[in-house]
């Protein structure tokens, strides 16, 4: 992989405005369900209210890469915890699947532009989902009514930067096989 | 003065010196500032099988933020549904009751109530609310859990306790007891009939939640992880002889443990059992447990027209009976069960 052909590629891709949106579309989308799936985003709520705390705790772990709020927004039916590192986090996720399955869907609908078969394009976007399960990890468990040991807590507990890392490796596998100029 | 003289001198001096730093040290090896009880409870395992088996939730030391400077408002202002479910503290002429629906986000609320220092602690996997009085330090959620059920610590010496046998886990207070105070695990109306000039827990905790949310389920209607016939968390004793969610009320002495399912207690009105004792309160819908007294008959125990119980021809509300009264805890039953697996309960007619 020659990281100067990724990063090139990338540059070339961000630059076409019809990519870049459908980056930002699934970021956007991919955000809101991240920060629901650690209860930041939850239903539930009276009346509206906003309410803050302390900025400096912000910094304060609630789980191993979850961090306490410092503003809170209520709303009839919903309420919304604003933890600005949790949403760093969380932004910086769904950028990279914003990324990865934009790449994706010109691997399957452009083979020609990309080296390998659409099978591997799919299999691809496997750590987007791995992200997006790395926090509702002990949520399903709780519905589906599953036993938790401690070896499934050590595995939630570094999903989040192993998600982040497959996200990077991933994208740049894809890149290093995409040729932007076979890009329509 | 000779040299002798002075030899010896300094040689006395010397041991007065050293017998007084020792008894300093003996008396810091335990933490003064942390009460724990004169008799520690009865234990289903040693200690090393319960550090061994316990195992992390998720969240670090504080992960889950105790309120440590809780705000209170008036029974009128907390506008709680009646059927909410509470904890209720009642001491020195004072009452309080903390609602579940923000304990489940913090476990643990270190207060002062009728001039006593105490944390409220709750682990809404087990059900648990118990209260320990913590002197001068603070306890904190320790992320831990042992059995499905909060380990809290001290913030003073750090030692870990587990919540249900209110015992030491680690550190300077493993083995000792925690000195427990009774609370009560019942409704907002109940509560509020018996003190309506209570105090409730404000949801101005100083962290910023959604106390509409319970993340495990609801009690107002019963669902979820409350209800459901599962655990989440691995257990060292398992017993299918109940529903694992069955309420139980447990008590402990220095040798021996009993358990009644509430539902049985509150139709027979009162069990007994080897060693205790127990009777059905129906102010709060709970059980009160005593430890059975040596040599006294209890034939003439009874239920008096009035819902009270009569005892040698004197009338007694069901936690004033002439006996030792013993903390009462509600729990759910596989929690109970796996810590003392042992527990004494009434033989089902």
């Known amino acids: ?184 | 003065m000779n040299s002798t003289r002075l030899i010896a001198l300094l040689a006395f001096a010397t041991v007065i010196l050293v017998l007084g730093l020792l008894s300093d040290s003996a008396a810091s090896e335990t933490d003064p500032s942390l009460p724990v009880a004169e008799t520690p409870y009865v234990l289903g395992d040693p200690i090393e099988a319960y550090v061994e088996f316990m195992m992390s939730g998720g969240p670090p030391p504080d992960g889950i933020p105790a309120i440590d400077n809780p705000r209170f408002i008036s029974a009128d202002e907390a506008g709680l549904r009646p059927e909410a479910m509470v904890i209720g503290f009642a001491h020195g002429g004072e009452a309080k009751a903390y609602p579940q629906s923000i304990l489940v986000h913090h476990e643990i609320v270190n207060d002062v109530v009728g001039g006593l220092n105490v944390g409220v602690t709750y682990c809404p996997l087990t059900a648990t609310a118990q209260g320990f009085e913590r002197g001068e330090t603070t306890f904190g959620v320790s992320g831990q859990l042992l059995n499905s059920n909060l380990v809290l610590f001290d913030r003073e010496t750090e030692s870990y306790f587990s919540q249900i046998n209110a015992t030491g886990l680690t550190g300077e207070h493993r083995g000792h007891t925690l000195a427990e105070v009774n609370l009560i695990w019942t409704t907002w109306e109940r509560w509020r009939a018996a003190h309506p000039d209570t105090r409730v827990l404000s949801d101005r905790t100083g962290h910023l939640r959604n106390y509409d949310r319970d993340p495990y389920g609801s009690y107002t209607p019963l669902r979820g992880y409350y209800v459901e016939d599962r655990t989440m968390f691995p257990v060292m004793h398992r017993s299918g002889s109940e529903h694992q969610k069955e309420m139980v009320v447990g008590a402990r002495t220095a040798d021996v443990s009993a358990r009644f399912v509430l539902r049985a207690l509150e139709e027979e009105r009162i069990q007994m059992t080897e060693n205790f004792l127990a009777v059905y309160d129906p102010t709060f819908h709970t059980g009160v447990i005593y430890e059975r007294p040596d040599g006294v008959e209890l034939d003439g125990l009874g239920v008096s027209p009035e819902g009270d119980y009569e005892f040698n021809g004197a009338v007694h509300a069901p936690r004033e009976l002439p006996f030792e009264p013993l903390v009462s805890v509600d729990v759910f039953y596989f929690a109970w069960h796996a810590f003392y697996p042992d527990s004494e309960h009434p033989r089902v007619p």
Do not use: K
């Open chain 1, 1 to 184: 992989m020659n990281p100067r052909h990724v990063l090139q590629t990338l540059a070339d891709l961000w630059g076409r405005g019809s990519m870049r949106a459908l980056v930002i579309g699934i970021s956007a989308l991919y955000l809101p369900l991240f920060l629901f799936a650690l209860q930041d985003i939850s239903l539930g709520g009276r009346a509206f209210e906003f309410l803050t705390t302390d900025w400096t705790r912000m910094f304060d772990r609630t789980g191993s890469f979850t961090f306490e709020p410092i503003a809170r927004l209520t709303l009839p039916g919903l309420t919304i915890l604003l933890s600005p590192i949790n949403i760093l986090i969380g932004g910086l996720i769904s950028l990279l699947v914003g990324l990865n399955l934009a790449v994706t869907w010109i691997a399957i609908r452009q083979p020609r532009a990309c080296r390998f078969n659409r099978s591997t394009g799919i299999l691809a976007s496997l750590p987007a989902l791995l992200a997006g399960g790395a926090c509702c990890a002990p949520a399903i468990a709780l519905i589906l009514g599953l036993q938790i040991s401690s070896l499934m807590i050590s595995v939630v507990q570094v999903l989040i930067p192993v998600s982040v890392i497959l996200l990077l490796i991933t994208l740049g596998l894809i890149l290093a096989r995409t040729n932007p100029e076979l890009v329509e």
